[in-house]
């Protein structure tokens, strides 16, 4: 049973890299009239790392979900492509080299993580030291000077000499496994109810101190280092692992309520939050438009969007290079100008799979901490693409999140290849059959007479 899924996988595998080249010739055929001379080394190196995080996953986590690796594969190679797309438009920073690279690393993380977390709890007895580690991450950027850590405005980076990283990338990882083991070990008394209002049991208010606390973190997060999309991302990831744990919809409204009037306060408070949501809602202004720092790159990205239309202008014949940093921040839009809506839609049934082998995992498990995890990575993973697509498409304030496995950049690449390895792990645990029991064979043939 195990070898036919495992060869199942690996043609996927191979499918999904066929995927990528067929498109990265699309990209040659279409700037130049012919198939790039560099094609078969970017084939051969994406199909070498995926076919070594094939074999480490067939050695190390045999009864793993059989999907995750090739569909992580395409999103991963789609966004090779589109970089190596933006590059030869001759955008400065994008690098289809540089991001294979990185996904040459991200694929040793996924290897190490596979390799040496061979039994996912062992994470649970690491709760608080994972907490500490998560929030001297988070702070890290916001106690250095502007100069080592501020990028555009946000302080989120690291900088040293031409050294560069995203600590919070990590960071959300490390407090993710802190939510399931607090929430494992607390959720019988945060499930406890208070007073009714309406038809929503509240909590006690004794109760509400995680929350709270964790509010707090998040608008620390939002003012001291202006990232608004990790700010959301960890409250949110939190509030879905606490109704997970709870079974409580008053926790996700509570959630909701106070993050929004933090936000709402915070914009009333700080400029550059104020800032933020005048982009937002105001967009079309032309003194937005034509200020620094305005609304020219979010409009930039609608118009390349509305231009692809529903089939999109095709691979290599739209105009990336008119979208500040389409290699990064705005990577969802310029695919959206050559692929269109349909093409889009496509990526985003992608994720929608990984979300789904992530969540079946977590209603396989067998223990809560495992539930709780693999619930809580496959929500911050839904809960990024979501933040990232709503920003580009004005539903909700631009944040400055990566779509993830796609943007240009080591540090999310590598936290989410290590977040796929976590979830492999966990997939494998809870699909390994159980051991069979070893009968005594003369009590069998008693039994038997």
């Not at 130049?32 to 001379?37: A, D, E, I, L, T």
């Not at 190196?45 to 190390?60: E, F, I, P, Q, S």
């Not at 509305?306 to 990064?328: E, M, N, R």
Request: aromatic share 10%.
């Amino acid at each position: 049973m195990t070898a036919k899924r495992r060869g199942a996988q690996l043609g996927m595998l191979a499918f999904a890299v066929l995927i990528v080249m067929g498109a990265y010739a699309s990209v040659g055929l279409g700037i130049n009239g012919k198939v790039p001379s560099g094609m078969l080394g970017y084939g051969l190196g994406l199909g070498g790392l995926m076919l070594a995080a094939y074999l480490v996953l067939a050695k190390w986590a045999p009864w793993a979900d059989p999907l995750l690796l090739p569909l992580v594969t395409l999103v991963n190679g789609i966004g090779l492509v589109m970089i190596y797309r933006i590059e030869l438009a001759g955008q400065a920073g994008a690098s289809a080299t540089n991001q294979l690279m990185w996904t040459a690393l991200g694929v040793v993380m996924f290897s190490a993580t596979l390799i040496v977390l061979k039994d996912h709890r062992a994470l649970q007895r690491l709760t608080y030291t994972a907490g500490f580690v998560g929030v001297v991450l988070m702070a890290i950027p916001a106690l250095l000077p502007g100069s080592l850590s501020e990028v555009q405005g946000a302080k989120i980076w690291i900088r040293i000499g031409g050294f560069s990283i995203q600590p919070g990338e990590f960071a959300k990882l490390a407090l993710v496994v802190f939510f399931a083991g607090y929430l494992v070990a607390k959720r019988d008394v945060l499930a406890l109810a208070g007073r009714r209002l309406l038809f929503i049991d509240l909590p006690r208010a004794r109760d509400l101190g995680p929350v709270l606390i964790t509010w707090g973190f998040a608008i620390a997060t939002l003012v001291l280092e202006k990232d608004l999309g990790t700010s959301l991302l960890l409250f949110g990831a939190f509030i879905a692992m606490l109704y997970i744990a709870t079974q409580r919809t008053s926790w996700v409204l509570i959630g909701i309520l106070l993050f929004v009037g933090g936000a709402f306060l915070a914009g009333q408070v700080f400029s550059h939050v104020e800032a933020r949501f005048n982009v937002w809602l105001h967009a079309e202004d032309p003194a937005l438009y034509d200020t620094g720092g305005g609304s020219y790159q979010l409009m930039q990205g609608m118009f390349a969007m509305g231009s692809g239309g529903i089939l999109g202008t095709g691979l290599g014949q739209g105009y990336p290079k008119l979208i500040p940093l389409s290699f990064s921040d705005f990577i969802f839009s310029a695919t959206g100008e050559e692929l269109g809506l349909t093409g889009l839609m496509a990526i985003l049934m992608i994720y929608a799979l990984i979300v789904q082998r992530g969540l079946r995992t977590s209603l396989a498990a067998r223990d809560p901490f495992t539930k709780l995890l693999a619930g809580g990575l496959s929500f911050i993973l839904a809960w990024q693409v979501f933040i990232i697509v709503g920003g580009v498409t004005r539903l909700i304030p631009l944040t400055g999140l990566v779509t993830p496995f796609m943007s240009a950049g080591g540090s999310a690449l590598l936290a989410n290849w290590m977040l796929i390895a976590l979830l492999v792990r966990m997939s494998d645990a809870a699909r390994r059959p159980p051991p069979q029991a070893i009968q005594d064979e003369g009590m069998t043939q008693v039994m038997q007479r």
